[in-house]
């Protein structure tokens, strides 16, 4: 007997019969004797269309009812879930974050679970009960709903497996596993038995949405044993394990691209200390992440252009929020462009080996995609480019690294 979490994302859920063939497979798991909770998205394009609600009042909306607003998605497919698993004669019940509670921080939009409690969870799957909790969703101290960031539910999954003590997490989704760049844009990405944490850590982390980056990060530091497979089939998906258990380490795993980038540029700041701490200290106070930065060189050795990214979501927020602080900045003028797409290689194998990044840059050249900015870091590599090469880049990336399938 096992205890085990299941994880079913928005296109398993996506309408009623998906939702009946969900309730299947959790009988199947629970007729072999498992104890089973299961965490279940909104349905497919629901979380969207919320959020283009709270858009279409204000791009520069008030975090908190957002949070009201994009939560109540999982609210339906838990209810829904949980019905048709007592049709089928299992007894089963939905319990919404505030109700178990699922504790995070105020952080909204961007919660980080704090704390699950468990006991009352676990004396109800002792007793044979499926628990179906509504991913995505938390309580902030002030008791206010909050939300974990788009792709939230694979972190509920991981914390509520890590807090259940589970033997194992299983993230069904609509690919069955995880490949070595999205199969979606890349018809030859291979199928991967085993990806390490760290990887998966960074390909999340750079775009590959398969798992969010915080369930990631989560599964690893609380050794929980995740499975990323298809809900629409039998088919072994991909472990995310421990390096060890890893025998043969390419030395590029993957190649991630993220669309959810916007560059901003300040011409002609002033080249002085504190400007770097002038313009990223308004922007952390605002709870905006600042990803890929360049500054460059003046000719002058007085004004400078500085250049970073941020999240598409973010771009309103962070442009008001440094137009607010021009006076104390200085600078010239400010641009923005919302068209890039951030492309990463990654691999643990560069650690030992020169080069990846010499054939990123060389394999770009020759499809006459210029690069925009660069950042890099033990095991990644990444760069910006205009958004209408996405394809063209990862496919001929993907091939240069000699990942594709045969
Ligand atoms: P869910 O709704 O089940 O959470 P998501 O849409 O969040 O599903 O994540 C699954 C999607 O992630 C796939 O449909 C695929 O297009 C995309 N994806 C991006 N990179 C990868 C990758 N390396 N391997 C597998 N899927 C990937
Ligand atoms: N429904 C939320 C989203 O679309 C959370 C999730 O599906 O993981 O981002
Ligand atoms: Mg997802």
Partial sequence: MARIVQKFGGTSVADIDRIKAVALRVKSEVDKGHQVAVVVSAMAGVTNQLVDYVDSISTLYDAREYDVVVSTGEQVTSGLLALALQDLGIG???WLGWQI???????HGKARIEDIPSADLIARLETGEVVVVPGFQGIAPDNRVTTLGRGGSDTSAVALAAALKADRCD???DVDGVYT???RIVAKARKLDKITYEEMLEMASVGAKV???RSVEVAMKQGVRVEVRSSFSDARGTLVVDEDEIVE???VSGIAYS?????ITLVKVADRPGVAAGIFGPLADANINVDMIVQNVSDDGARTDVTFTVAERDLEHAVATIEKERGEIGYERLMSDKNVVKVSVIGVGMRSHAGVAKRMFSTLAEKGINIQVISTSEIKVSVLIAEEYTELALRALHTAYGLDAD
């Fill in 181 to 183: 760049t999205d199969p």
């Fill in 101 to 107: 509670p699922v504790r995070t921080d105020d952080s």
């Fill in 171 to 173: 993230i069904y989704t």
């Fill in 92 to 94: 089963a019940r939905s």
């Fill in 211 to 213: 798992l969010q980056t």
């Fill in 259 to 263: 669309r959810d980038e916007a560059k």
């Fill in 249 to 251: 380490q390419e030395l």
